[in-house]
């Protein structure tokens, strides 16, 4: 029986006819899960983190999975457990990647594999075969707290979510180097630029990691930077947005205590590596309150509490 098809059906535009009007971003915590960020201070409400396991065991051989030593798996997971705690304190959920496989020994790292924006995350490609995958296992986990991947960098684009950061909701620094490449920044720029944001790239200095390395921001008129390493035109872009750049006092500790590899709680709250008393006082001075966890054995895997913290959420 042949069944007519009235033109004024809703599924053909008719009364019943319900038009999505909304952008993604209103729908995030209603059609999607609540994520988003246009900012690296406002108050930290959601983070992902993967727990370091049996594969820190490849740490063993350091220079291999491009580690500093080998490290003690129970004491790196016990520290991992006090950043946790410490967000947990702070008023953040926290969620984990819990990888289907054998994680890589550098899964730990997320703030790497993603970066959050006001519409969902872009998806990180990282820049090393050591972690290759990596990024498979964050955007599993994406997809079950539903925030939306509105990028996956591709082709042979290279991008690590800790070379860029929020100057402001209508810009983004972005730190192009030995992480993330040309191809890498032009497509996190292009996908960036679609939402009405500006991007500044920033290339790094030879002998470094991530932009996180050298640029931390805790208020909106407030950036911690690293000085001789930190370049001038971005100094230039945070003054020009009327924020006041302080230069850590003691580059040693930097090196070896990861005094400026932080995370912003809130408006001049931070969550800092323990053992850094000189950068700690220099930050108070600055009117900034402190958190502190020692990060020492997981510090010998290349990287600390910035590092190992996805933003999912801020408010």
């Known amino acids: 029986m042949k069944t007519n098809k009235p033109f004024n059906a809703s599924a053909y535009g008719g009364a019943g006819w319900s038009p999505r009007s909304q952008s993604l971003a209103e729908e995030l915590g209603r059609v999607w899960g609540r994520c988003g960020s246009a900012s690296e201070w406002s108050p930290l409400k959601a983070v992902l983190l993967h727990r370091p396991g049996p594969e820190l065991a490849a740490s063993a051989d350091p220079e291999a999975v491009q580690m500093l030593a080998p490290l003690d798996i129970a004491r790196a997971q016990a520290q991992h457990d006090a950043i946790a705690q410490a967000y947990r304190e702070a008023g953040a959920a926290v969620h984990y990647v819990e990888p289907i496989e054998r994680p890589s020994s550098n899964q730990m790292f997320v703030a790497d594999l993603m970066f959050m924006t006001p519409e969902g995350a872009i998806l990180a490609r990282p820049a090393s075969t050591v972690r290759a995958g990596e990024e498979r296992q964050v955007a599993r986990r994406l997809a079950d707290l539903g925030v939306p991947i509105i990028r996956s960098v591709g082709g042979r684009g290279t991008f690590e979510g800790a070379d860029a950061m929020w100057l402001d909701e209508q810009t983004v620094i972005l730190g192009r180097g030995l992480r993330t490449n040309d191809e890498g ?131």
């Not at 930190?230 to 006092?249: D, N, S, T």
């Not at 930097?254 to 005094?259: D, E, F, G, K, R």
């Not at 053992?275 to 006082?281: I, K, M, N, S």
Request: proline share 4%; hydrophobic share 50%.
């Open 185 to 315: 920044a032009a497509q996190v720029t292009a996908v960036l630029n679609q939402m009405g944001v500006e991007v500044i790239q920033v290339d790094l200095p030879y002998g470094t990691m991530h932009l996180m390395g050298m640029l931390r921001i805790v208020a909106d008129d407030l950036a911690i930077a690293w000085p001789t390493r930190f370049v001038h035109r971005g100094v230039e872009a945070l003054k020009k947005r009327g924020f006041q750049v302080a230069f850590i006092p003691d580059e040693a500790e930097a090196v070896q205590n990861s005094a400026l590899n932080f995370v912003t709680l809130a408006p001049r709250r931070i969550l800092m590596a323990a053992g850094a008393p000189v950068t700690q006082a220099f930050y108070e001075d600055l009117g900034i309150t402190c958190r502190t966890v020692a990060i020492d054995e997981l510090s010998k895997a290349a990287g600390a509490i910035g590092c190992l913290t996805g933003v999912l959420e801020r408010a």
